[in-house]
């Protein structure tokens, strides 16, 4: 079913088209937000979407080959219409898309949360948006740190459009500094834990509670290499993984993010946690292989034990 048309829909699209950001290079900071957000909901796909007259257009993408679909089509096109996120559950009990070309046939989409980009009044764009092949609800705080992420979306796409004009240069650098600020506010707020490792294997950001979970000081994770031989790592049935073979080894190798994997690893006294990990890429500017790979994990060893 196709989606109404936004009553302001002129205004709308000339709004779109003053921010010059279709059918352009990527933007890495948005990548980055893109792969935050992917982490933070354990989704295989998350986009940035930007809807346009006759199409939506992937303005940032993990997990999907296509740049642009049909408008007619498009999950975004119904979340532009109101302020608050769209969340769908399963998309198959939703007579809006139970018969969706992307539900009966790729990608599949069983759920969908879309969190409007909105840039003024009754002004929203597009989406930052999360997708999953599976039937699944979210949870409150991560629609909340959705939230946060999608106005970060729309504070780095005015910065974008306002560095075109050097006279507001000055308050573009400010605009960047209170998103970094905000960034670092989600990352420290999240119970998940959060690693970010370089392309040597070295740790180079950790949240709080990734510090929790693991037992590990900041100050002691900040440049370990938790896939060295010093720690024994196991798949879900017990076996160990062969040295230099870990799904951040397959990340930086393939560039594709791997979702929802249980990992067994050794803790300092000869343990083990189990930990449900996703893994997802990050690229420097005109990179073709992630120069980091983003961890997000939480620890499930007591489930593990029942």
């Not at 196709?2 to 003053?18: S, V």
């Not at 599949?108 to 599976?134: K, M, Q």
């Not at 083990?272 to 790979?293: A, D, R, T």
Request: proline fraction near 6%; glycine fraction near 4%.
């Amino acid at each position: 079913m196709a989606a109404p048309i936004p009553f302001n829909e002129k205004q709308r699209l000339a709004e779109l088209q003053d921010f010059e950001i279709l059918d352009n290079l990527p933007d890495p900071d948005l990548d980055a937000l893109v792969a935050l957000a992917s982490s933070i909901l354990h989704v295989p796909i998350a986009l940035i979407s930007l809807v346009d007259q006759d199409r939506q257009w992937f303005k940032a993408k993990l997990g999907l080959e296509a740049c642009e679909t049909d408008r007619h089509s498009a999950f975004c096109a119904h979340a532009i219409l109101d302020d608050g996120p769209l969340l769908i559950e399963n998309a198959m009990e939703d007579p809006r898309f139970a018969k969706n070309p992307l539900v009966v046939g790729p990608p599949y989409i069983r759920s969908y949360f879309g969190f409007p980009l909105v840039v003024g009044p009754e002004l929203r764009l597009g989406t930052l948006c999360a997708i999953d092949v599976r039937v699944r609800s979210i949870t409150d705080q991560q629609i909340v740190q959705m939230k946060a992420l999608a106005q970060l979306v729309v504070n780095q796409m005015k910065m974008m459009r306002s560095a075109r004009d050097a006279i507001m240069l000055a308050s573009a650098h400010e605009s960047l500094y209170r998103d970094a600020d905000r960034a670092r506010i989600i990352l420290e707020t999240m119970t998940e834990g959060v690693l970010i490792k370089d392309r040597a294997g070295m740790v180079v950001q950790a949240n709080p509670s990734a510090c929790k979970i693991l037992a590990i000081s900041h100050d002691k994770l900040i440049g370990m290499k938790l896939d060295d031989a010093g720690w024994l790592r196991l798949h879900e049935d017990g076996s160990p993984y062969p040295f230099n073979d870990s799904p951040v080894s397959e990340v930086h190798r393939t560039g594709k993010a791997i979702t929802n994997v249980v990992v067994g690893l050794q803790d300092e006294v000869g343990g083990f946690k189990w930990l449900q990990m996703s893994f997802s890429p990050l690229f420097e500017p005109l990179e073709i292989k992630p120069s980091y790979v983003i961890m997000t994990f939480s620890d499930i060893t007591s489930l593990k034990s029942h």
